[in-house]
């Protein structure tokens, strides 16, 4: 059985920190991951505050998705955030405030989650995730995928134009989103220290 720490590759991700030592283990940590990660994110979409005038609340949600994708890297945030959209399509309520299914107003914010996952997991293996500014970067770049997908949907499935969806699904949570990610700024590059 192995002890030796694993060695820090320029192409890892935070999640190939924890050691394997047989494929089959690391078939097993894999999916641990990728659940983890699913659970984590429709914990933080529990945190759910109103917004006034929109169908779109505040919620911890994308910020857990962010960091899972950054976390584990583009495969295993995507296997993550895909298992927590397929759950709370099947009726688990974990999706913001507690809501599940598909093809509701903000549904489109989960679909935007799963590739923005993928992105910013993407960018974390080429070191997206190391410096205060390119994490910043890497974030911002998430955030962008899921308003790509989640202001569209929310236009088209509320009659909204594109213009009032912007100003309802997405402006009243640009300085949120700001805040999320200069905690992701702090927290990512911090672990990268704290591993070694």
């Known amino acids: 059985m192995s002890t030796a720490a694993p060695t820090v590759t320029s192409g890892a991700v935070l999640a190939d920190l924890l050691p394997a030592s047989t494929a089959t283990r690391a078939r097993v940590r894999d999916a ?6 699913a659970v984590i994110t429709g914990l933080a979409a529990q945190i759910a505050i109103p917004v006034p005038g929109s169908p779109v609340p505040v ?14 890297g583009a495969r295993r945030g995507l296997l993550s955030l895909a298992l927590y959209a397929l759950v709370g399509m099947a009726g688990v309520p974990w999706f913001a405030g507690g809501a599940s299914g ?3 107003a903000t549904f489109g914010y989960v679909l935007g989650m799963l590739l923005a996952g993928t992105v910013v997991g993407a960018l974390a293996r080429r070191g997206g995730d190391r410096g205060v500014l390119r994490t ?4 911002a770049a998430g955030n962008v995928v899921i308003y790509a997908v989640g202001v ?14 912007v100003a309802v699904g997405m402006v009243p949570f640009l300085i949120g989103d700001a805040l999320k990610t200069a905690l ?4 990512l590059p911090t672990a990268w220290k704290l591993a070694g």
Request: zero cysteines.
């Open 102 to 104: 598909a093809g509701g």
């Open 32 to 37: 641990a991951l990728v659940a983890g990660g």
């Open 136 to 139: 910043a970067a890497t974030m």
């Open 152 to 165: 569209p949907y929310l236009a088209l499935s509320t009659g909204m134009s594109f213009g009032q969806a």
């Open 184 to 187: 992701a700024m702090g927290a």
């Open 59 to 72: 919620t911890g949600q994308t910020f857990a998705a962010l960091l899972v994708g950054a976390s584990l």
